[in-house]
T-cell receptor, first 113, second 112 residues
Framework: DADVTQTPRNRITKTGKRIMLECSQT?????MYWYRQDPGLGLRLIYY???????NKGEISDGYSVSRQAQAKFSLSLESAIPNQTALYFC????????????FGPGTRLTVL | GENVEQHPSTLSVQEGDSAVIKCTYS??????FPWYKQELGKRPQLIID?????GEKKDQRIAVTLNKTAKHFSLHITETQPEDSAVYFC???????????FGGGTRLMVKP
């Protein structure tokens, strides 16, 4: 079945380290998103991309960067991780063009010590 | 930017009862309102959505209502079952699926 996958699923790192979270999809969707989830705060949009040459900041982009290497791949980087970036990170995809459902990956639990 | 408030943060009901979760939004230009369900340890999944040209939408035991004047929308679950236990998120967007702003979530517990 077509799916959205994320690697790694869990990661523990130290303050100041560079971290990359990867997202791949076999759905053939053009649009990809990165969210973080914190208890009581719902899902907050970090970055989104509507095609390979398109990158847009979301609500909370400070401290993060992204790369859209191909239609199927969208990576999130934390250049210098800090403890308040400890969260559950989700990648999502959508078709766009009037079909708005977002399909989420399984999530990456990141802990910054 | 858009701000979405969701209430209550937790809701406990007896199996068979109804559950109602309410959300308010701030941007009158918002025109797309999805609801996502997240079971424990799982990814969020869309359960129902509504656009601003419709006041109500139903799908079996779930329904969503939208009041554009008051800028609020609600999720209604009837005849709740234990498998309805999950965290529910509302969201709003001014441009269909672009830039979804989520509410803080409601943890629904259905007691057998």
């Amino acid at each position: 079945d077509a799916d959205v996958t994320q690697t790694p699923r869990n990661r523990i790192t130290k303050t100041g380290k560079r971290i990359m979270l990867e997202c791949s999809q076999t759905k053939g969707h053009d649009r990809m998103y990165w969210y973080r989830q914190d208890p009581g705060l719902g899902l907050r949009l970090i970055y989104y991309s509507f095609d390979v040459k398109d990158i847009n900041k979301g609500e909370i982009s400070d401290g993060y960067s992204v790369s859209r290497q191909a239609q199927a791949k969208f990576s999130l980087s934390l250049e210098s991780a800090i403890p308040n970036q400890t969260a559950l990170y989700f990648c999502a995809t959508s078709v766009g063009r009037g079909r708005d459902e977002q399909f989420f990956g399984p999530g990456t639990r990141l802990t910054v010590l | 930017g858009e701000n979405v408030e969701q209430h209550p943060s937790t809701l406990s009901v007896q199996e068979g009862d109804s559950a109602v979760i309410k959300c308010t939004y701030s941007d009158s230009a918002s025109n797309y309102f999805p609801w996502y369900k997240q079971e424990l340890g799982k990814r969020p999944q869309l359960i129902i959505d509504i656009r601003s040209n419709v006041g109500e939408k139903k799908d079996q035991r779930i329904a969503v209502t939208l009041n554009k004047t008051a800028k609020h929308f609600s999720l209604h679950i009837t005849e709740t079952q234990p498998e309805d236990s999950a965290v529910y998120f509302c969201a709003a967007s001014y441009n269909a699926g672009n830039m979804l702003t989520f509410g803080g979530g409601t943890r629904l517990m259905v007691k057998p």
